[in-house]
């Protein structure tokens, strides 16, 4: 939630520190709007996780958030990255390959070391090939190719929408209860959608017609001559 609430402010410090974009008034509108309705989502979540018996220390909390600034900081760098590529020429599926194959080979050690847990059963197995194919690639290549559309600081504001539908998907399925302060914050985050991708008033302006003096001599001649005369 942290790495997620974080990055698109991330997003917006770096193109405004090393591109020097303005910040649209549209995103300054929905960004506090995504953002209020993650803080109480999390808001929402801790009270149901740390009022029970397995509640966590000050300083975790504190190292927890400060690790997910961390993140949410690489994650709008990896975002800003990838639009510079793209808009660069580079094809949204040729960046997102690149960058994630890398990220992949970086990571076998890793999996090497860690990942006996993996194998140990088909259910794990089945939930990391899920996990591998459908959000990672499926997801990140639509992520692409979004970011050849909008800047990283949009795209990052709308990624606030998961944990929103993580919530929901928690209710329907798994059968949670969501509290109210929960449901509040699943409502702004839907209204920094909304705000986000309304579509923009096409403003037309009315065509001014000047009639000047040789305009009116020109229609009074023709008015006298009459409509069969020749020009």
């Given amino acids: 939630m942290v790495s997620i609430g974080s ?4 997003s917006a410090l770096i193109e405004r ?9 549209r995103w300054m509108i929905g960004a506090p709007l995504g953002l ?14 740390h009022s029970g018996p397995g509640a966590r220390s000050a300083g975790t909390t504190v190292l927890g958030v400060g690790l997910g600034l961390v993140a949410g900081f690489t994650y709008a760098l990896y975002s800003w990255a990838a639009h510079r590529l793209i808009s660069s ?22 999996l090497l070391a860690t990942g006996a847990p993996f194998l140990t059963s088909w ?7 899920y996990i591998a194919l459908v959000p990672m690639f499926i997801g990140y290549v639509l992520f692409g190719w979004g970011l050849a559309y909008v800047p990283a600081s949009t795209a990052t504001t709308l990624s606030l929408l998961e ?7 928690a209710v329907l399925v798994v059968g949670e209860r969501l509290p109210l302060l929960g449901s509040v914050g699943i409502a702004l985050v839907v209204g920094c959608l909304v705000v986000l991708t309304m579509p923009a008033r096409a403003t037309t302006r009315p065509r001014t017609t000047t009639t000047g003096p040789n305009t009116t001599a020109q229609a009074d001649a023709a008015a006298l001559v009459g409509p069969g005369a020749a020009p």
Wanted: proline content about 5%.
């Fill in 163 to 169: 944990p929103a539908v993580a919530a929901v998907l």
């Fill in 17 to 25: 520190v090393v591109d020097g974009r303005r910040l649209t008034r």
């Fill in 36 to 49: 209020s309705g993650t803080v109480l989502l999390c808001a929402a979540e801790a009270a149901g996780v």
């Fill in 123 to 129: 259910s794990n197995a089945a939930v990391g090939v």
């Fill in 89 to 110: 020429g580079v094809t949204s599926g040729a960046a997102m390959g690149t960058v994630f194959g890398l990220g992949g080979l970086l990571l076998l050690p890793v």
């Fill in 7 to 10: 990055a698109p402010l991330a």
